[in-house]
């Protein structure tokens, strides 16, 4: 895992990446928090910083909590979902534990304040205590989904950009990325537009980071794309703001049921997107 230091919001996506993807693993495992931090000799409050990505792993560490966790340490770095290339394109259906299933069923429906435990445990088909026997907390439900929407969708747009040749290419990759997500992982997206306000803390300043480098990386294109004349706009700041904010307003009005696949919604906005930064490439 050597490698040259990243910026900051790089290095804290990645460990929450990195956290998330240890956190699913040890519940796949059927082990609770504090089993996984005994074995690894190490505190509950040490190994919650981990999966929370406050704080980073060192890989004689990571190897020996893939060993436990009956995986590999190249699948917890790197997710198996999305090596890279053209996976970003790819949602296979999510594979969420019934609590977080339950929570994220009844987020959507109710609202993060309006869904009680109740709620959540009977859409995840468990008692109250069933929910609380792995989960502290509500928030704690709500930090993970968070964490797992941040996590997948800076991944998702890090191999996007990644793509493309060009400030042109690489914005409209971004915009394909941004469309797809937030119609096929469309309850996701909601909450994460909507309920970071349930938030506080270091959780909040964690995911915002997550989610501010997306649109950094958007910031970025346009305003490279403006310096090399190849777009128009005279605000590219503006601009590249008010494309990311109608991608993730996807969600409040795209329908599975409705008339236009999510592939035909990302060739569209697509379009939108390179109208409003002038590119003189819009059809």
Request: aromatic letters at 4%.
């Amino acid at each position: 895992m050597a490698r040259s230091t990243p910026a900051r919001g790089t290095a804290d996506a990645d460990r929450v990446a990195l956290g998330s993807r240890l956190r699913q693993a040890r519940r796949a495992a059927g082990l609770t928090l504090r089993e996984v931090a005994g074995a690894l000799a190490v505190s509950a409050g040490t190994w919650s910083a981990v999966e929370n990505g406050r704080t980073g792993i060192t890989e004689v560490r990571l190897a020996a909590a893939a060993a436990l966790l009956r995986t590999r340490p190249e699948d917890l770095v790197e997710s198996p979902e999305r090596p890279g290339g053209s996976d970003w394109r790819d949602f296979p259906p999510l594979e969420l534990d019934p609590p977080l299933a339950g929570a994220l069923e009844a987020f959507v429906e109710l609202g993060y304040h309006g869904a009680g435990v109740r709620d959540i445990a009977q859409r995840a088909g468990l008692s109250v205590p069933g929910v609380y026997h792995h989960w502290a907390s509500k928030q704690d439900l709500l930090v993970a989904l968070l964490d797992l929407a941040a996590a997948d969708l800076l991944a998702r747009a890090r191999a996007a950009r990644a793509e493309g040749d060009g400030p042109v290419e690489r914005f409209t990759r971004l915009v394909e990325c941004l469309a797809l997500f937030h119609t096929h992982r469309r309850d996701l997206g909601f909450i994460g537009a909507g309920e970071m306000r349930g938030l506080g803390g270091e959780s909040r300043a964690r995911i915002t980071a997550a989610r501010q480098e997306v649109q950094r990386m958007v910031d970025d294109e346009v305003a490279e794309g403006c310096r090399r004349g190849l777009m128009g706009t005279p605000l590219p700041h503006e601009a590249a703001r008010a494309v990311v904010t109608m991608c993730t307003a996807l969600p409040r009005w795209w329908s599975p049921e409705g008339p236009s696949s999510p592939e035909e919604v990302a060739r569209q906005y697509v379009d939108f997107a390179l109208d409003v930064v002038r590119t003189g490439h819009s059809r």
